[in-house]
């Protein structure tokens, strides 16, 4: 399911604690080709097959990944992820459930 987000955030830097994240992820397994671009101009883009999401705006609050999405009403809701990430896996937890990515880029 592709969703809009928005938020706002500066570009990350080479020296912010944010910079192993990005990078372009496909999910490991999953029963429909998931991609998160999160890049360094601090915009995510998210991709299901050919459906690609609109720009939005990410940002990292320790170890969670937050992302604001806009309700129907106008106002933003903040979705926190936890994450853990290396140089090729990104793990996404979501409750009991852990989304395993691989970089691909």
């Keep these: ?11 990350v830097t080479a020296s912010d604690p944010a910079r192993p994240i990005v990078g372009t992820w496909k999910l490991r397994g999953g029963d429909y080709p998931l991609t998160n671009d999160v890049r360094a101009d601090g915009t995510f883009v998210q991709r ?3 459906q690609e999401s609109e720009p ?3 940002r990292v609050e ?3 990944l937050v992302i604001s ?3 129907p009403d106008g106002t ?3 979705t926190r992820i936890k994450y853990s990430v290396n140089a090729s ?3 996404l937890e979501y409750g009991d459930r852990t989304m395993t990515f691989d970089r691909s880029k």
């Design 1 to 11: 399911m592709l969703f809009g987000l928005f938020g706002c955030k500066q570009a």
């Design 48 to 50: 299901v097959g050919s």
């Design 56 to 58: 939005s705006k990410w």
């Design 62 to 64: 320790g170890l969670e």
């Design 69 to 71: 999405t806009k309700q």
């Design 76 to 78: 933003t809701a903040d």
């Design 89 to 91: 896996q990104l793990s």
